[in-house]
């Protein structure tokens, strides 16, 4: 895929979390700035947050609390806490947007295109047919429908 050259990112990407902690999952964890930090709910053992550059609308992430990159070392607990939600995030997502499908899945380890490969995370991205459609395939750019912020008060507003 072609990059393009994109300043303007560089501030949000400040801003947002990603350079003011040094590990995002566990500065947003501790963040009480929910709608800047676009944290959508918390449970005991984990987190539910909108993905500030989105594969698709709606794409959210699931982390647990505790630092960890090793999915084999999450306790029962937690992998019940994050699959309660993910159930949730679906649920949600289901509702409010009527996705024709979902891809959900863990990247673990950079070579598997994790991008914080430090603390493992989910992420639920809502599919819709023909939404991989000429301009990925041919003009290597995604577009999305929905801006962030309209979207994180819907989901949000969704969540209760």
Not at 70 to 77: A, D, T
Not at 102 to 119: E, R, T, Y
């Amino acid at each position: 895929m072609n990059r393009i050259w994109a300043p303007w990112r560089s501030h949000d990407l400040m801003e947002a979390g990603y350079k003011k902690w040094d590990c995002l999952f566990c500065g947003l964890q501790t963040s009480e700035d929910y709608k800047s930090d676009l944290i959508i709910d918390k449970s005991d053992l984990c987190f539910t947050v909108m993905n500030l550059y989105p594969y698709n609308t709606g794409h959210l992430m699931v982390a647990p609390y505790r630092h960890t990159a090793l999915f084999e070392s999450l306790s029962p607990e937690e992998l019940a806490s994050m699959n309660a939600a993910l159930q949730k995030a679906v649920s949600v997502l289901k509702e409010i947007y009527n996705p024709d499908g979902f891809n959900i899945g863990l990247n673990l380890g950079k070579p598997a295109g994790a991008g914080v490969a430090d603390h493992l995370h989910y992420h639920i991205v809502p599919r819709w047919t023909g939404d991989s459609n000429f301009m990925t395939a041919i003009g290597d750019t995604r577009v999305i429908s929905v801006d962030v912020g309209s979207a994180y008060d819907k989901i949000k507003q969704a969540y209760g």
